[in-house]
């Protein structure tokens, strides 16, 4: 278990779309485009803590620490956006040139909107998913762990993934998650800004990944969980309050070992997070 310094809130990290279901079939796989060199404008996430000036100067010690040309790290300028829908609009009406999101996550938006492509395929750092919570609730982090471990070593883990992810055919579905008599109930935040993973449907119904692994989750720590639908801009200030008493996903950076690199911020103590549960590499997303 290690300190989360910072919740970074997926600042180069994360694209989304208006809804994850959809009629439409998925497009197919792009070909992989070189990098745009000249590009000025990249789209981010409102970061904890973190100015334009800062986010240049931590993209930078990333991709060299990383040894990564900073062509793409190093944008001219910054664009901060609340939520990952105003993100993506801001890319189709061209006021933004890119932004960087998992490989899994930008399969799935390329699957659905036709006009967005993937460029610069396996970009530095890798990027690990985990849950977060307060570290005065560290033994509940420890048997989430557990249960992660287990379910990476069982197959388990595996298969979610590929049934809600990666081997995908249509719109997400919603997995009932157990009522266990007399338990514990853990308050999660999810925010349908990462759609694939963590995904609400039109209807405001949460589906997919995130469902079907907390469902699994709540069955081997022995604990109710509770779904909390939350902006992703929101999430610190519900978890520091007690709105909720766990963050689904906290996006962390890894090498290519798999070794956690550290955060360069410090705006948010007293948090711990979990092992991963998913790993993934990072990839841009653009216009064609």
């Excluded at 062509?71 to 901060?80: D, H, K």
């Excluded at 998913?129 to 509940?140: D, V």
């Amino acid at each position: 278990m290690k300190k989360l310094l910072g919740i970074f809130l997926a600042v180069i990290l994360l694209v989304t779309v208006t809804g994850c279901g959809s009629d439409n079939k998925p497009a197919e796989q792009p070909k992989q485009e070189a990098a745009q060199e000249t590009s000025d404008k990249v789209g981010a996430l409102i970061p904890i803590g973190l100015d334009e000036e800062g986010y240049q100067r931590w993209t930078k010690d990333i991709a060299q620490a990383e040894g990564q040309p900073t062509t793409y790290n190093a944008p001219r300028t910054v664009v901060f956006f609340n939520d990952l829908n105003s993100m993506l609009s801001a890319l189709k009406a061209k006021q933004i040139d890119r932004f960087g999101t998992s490989k899994n996550v930008a399969e799935y938006i390329v699957a659905r909107n036709d006009d967005v492509k993937i460029i610069d395929y396996n970009l530095k750092p890798i990027l690990g998913y985990s849950m977060g919570m307060l570290e005065k609730n560290a033994a509940t982090i420890d048997e989430i762990n557990k249960a992660i471990t287990a379910m990476k070593d069982d197959g388990t883990l595996k298969k979610l993934v590929e049934d809600n992810i990666t081997k995908l055919k249509g719109d997400p579905v919603a997995t009932d998650i157990p009522k266990i008599d007399g338990a514990d109930t853990i308050k999660v935040a999810v925010t349908g800004d990462m759609p694939g993973m963590d995904c609400i449907l039109a209807d405001g119904k949460p589906a997919g990944f995130n469902i079907a692994f907390l469902s699994e989750l709540s069955k081997r720590i022995n604990k109710n969980i509770e779904l909390v639908s939350i902006s992703s801009d929101a999430r610190s200030a519900a978890l520091s309050s007690g709105q909720v008493d766990a963050l689904f996903w906290v996006v962390g950076t890894y090498d290519q070992e798999g070794k956690a690199l550290p955060y360069p911020l410090d705006a948010v103590k007293g948090v711990a997070i979990s092992v991963p549960y998913m790993m993934d590499s990072r990839v841009g997303l653009a216009l064609k």
